[in-house]
């Protein structure tokens, strides 16, 4: 069974400022790894994944995340965001053994709602 | 456009009422899922299906029925629900196999009353 925790419910911040949206996961078994964008009355949309290779992954709109096994981590962040960031962020684990039937299944966290103000 | 369209957007129904949500996928997938996302609480995982055949209830109850009568269509039948049942309904789809992304629709907004 896996698990996802995102450490902040809310994250207020201005615009130009750099921001890192937390998530950390538990896992028994080796892991990939999503964060997904939710704008408001929206459905979510996949914004970056890692699934191996580099450790740094990065989204086209400025985003990336870096994976740390170690520390179970793979938090979002943005050197300068804009107020159209303004959105809830969600991290998702899936299951990376060829089980045959559950390895397509993500499991989300809370979510971490970004405010960005002028 | 996610490839992936619910329809209705919007629905208030009474609790004696019975209705239906669509959800219809044009990417190919042969998985879908039904999600129900409440406010302050985490996504939760209502029912899986692949290749049109159901492999996930977490127990929902029985007044949310789920069909899939092929692997691009995924209907959600209600009927007697409560007012906690009002949340936001998501459909997704994906292909199987590790590592694989699933696609959202915009999602039903229902409301209970």
């Known amino acids: 069974a896996q698990s996802v925790t995102q450490l902040d419910s809310q994250v207020p911040v201005f615009e130009e400022a750099p921001v890192e949206l937390r998530c950390n996961y538990s896992?028994?078994?080796?892991?990939?790894l999503f964060w997904y964008v939710q704008y408001p009355n929206q459905g979510l949309q996949l914004l970056l994944k890692y699934l191996s290779g580099s450790t740094l992954v990065e989204s086209i709109n400025g985003f990336e995340a870096e994976f740390n096994k170690s520390q179970t981590s793979f938090h979002l962040r943005k050197p300068s965001v804009h107020i159209s960031d303004t959105a809830e962020y969600f991290c998702a684990v899936s299951d990376n053994r060829n089980s045959g039937g559950s390895n397509y299944k993500l499991t989300f966290g809370k979510g971490t709602l970004l405010t960005v103000n002028p | 456009e996610t490839g992936v369209t619910q329809t209705p957007r919007h629905l208030v129904m009474g609790m004696t009422n019975k209705k239906s949500l669509k959800c219809e996928q044009h990417l190919g997938h042969n998985a879908m899922y039904w999600y129900k996302q409440s406010a302050k609480k985490p996504l939760e995982l209502m029912f899986v299906?692949?290749?049109?055949?159901?492999?996930e209830n977490n127990s929902v109850p029985s007044r949310f029925s789920p069909e899939c009568p092929n692997s691009s269509h995924l209907f959600l039948h209600l009927h007697t629900l409560q007012p906690e049942d009002s949340a936001l309904y998501l459909c997704?789809?994906?292909?199987?196999?590790?590592?694989?992304?699933?696609?959202f629709g915009q999602g039903t907004r229902l409301t209970v009353v």
């Open positions: 299906y692949n290749f049109k055949e159901q492999t």
């Open positions: 896992s028994s078994v080796s892991v990939y």
């Open positions: 997704a789809s994906s292909r199987t196999g590790i590592g694989t992304e699933a696609s």
